[in-house]
């Protein structure tokens, strides 16, 4: 069974950088893609980006100037990073794994990790 | 991008009767690259359908997808008490995701 475990920073001031790490386990990580989703009572379900195990990445084009996604396949292990955060970055993150065999929906999702920036 | 607008916002429903959610893309999905899933309080999205139509592994009989183009429904027959939560219409396309704002189920 595929479980995602993730952890980060969980407050945050204006202008600092987010940090999320997300771990799979059970599951080989390669031939996959791996989002990262956030979810806010303004915005609802937003998706920020994905990355494999090549460290192909495709990124929500509203957030991609601030977007880095990158992965560790040692560890099976890929991490979220947004800078410059604002009050519009309170969200709680997700991350969640892309199957092909269920025609790129996310199979599988983290238990998420609740971002609040504030200065 | 596709924009997933979901109908009615807030279902109102007794254990039993049947549920019918709505979602509209503003262009066509192609491809059958459409999801739903269901959210409960505290907890992360659940796929439920994939696909338009299928199943994913654990979601009941009772609960079916259908639609095509740009006009998709999940139907709940003869709701159960764990089925009352927020569902979520999810499509892809141009390596890009996109959810509806979601349809409450209540009691």
């Known amino acids: 069974q595929v479980q995602l475990q993730q952890w980060g920073a969980g407050l945050l001031q204006p202008s600092e950088t987010l940090s999320l790490t997300c771990a799979v386990y059970g599951w080989p990580f390669s031939g996959y893609y791996w989002s990262w989703i956030r979810q806010s009572p303004e915005k609802g379900l937003e998706w920020i980006g994905e990355?494999?195990?090549?460290?192909?990445?495709n990124y929500n084009p509203s957030l991609k100037s601030r977007v880095t996604i990158s992965v560790d396949t040692s560890k099976n292990q890929f991490s979220l990073n947004l800078n410059s955060v604002t009050v519009a970055d309170t969200a709680v993150y997700y991350c969640?794994?892309?199957?092909?065999?269920?025609?790129?929906?996310?199979?599988?999702w983290g238990q998420g990790t609740t971002v609040i920036v504030s200065s | 991008e596709i924009v997933l607008t979901q109908s009615p916002g807030t279902l109102s429903l007794s254990p039993g009767e049947r549920a019918t959610l709505s979602c509209r893309a503003s262009e066509t999905i192609s491809n059958n690259y459409f999801a739903w899933y269901q959210q409960k309080p505290g907890q992360a999205p659940r796929l439920l359908i994939y696909?338009?139509?299928s199943r994913a592994i654990g979601t009941p009989d009772r609960v079916s997808g259908s639609g095509s183009g740009t006009d998709f429904t999940l139907t709940i027959n003869g709701l159960e008490p764990e089925d009352f939560a927020v569902y979520y219409c999810?499509?892809?396309?141009?390596?890009?995701?996109?959810f509806g704002q979601g349809t409450k189920v209540e009691i």
């Open positions: 696909g338009v139509s």
């Open positions: 990355i494999n195990h090549n460290g192909d990445t």
């Open positions: 969640a794994r892309v199957s092909a065999t269920v025609l790129y929906a996310m199979d599988f």
């Open positions: 999810q499509q892809y396309g141009s390596s890009s995701w996109t």
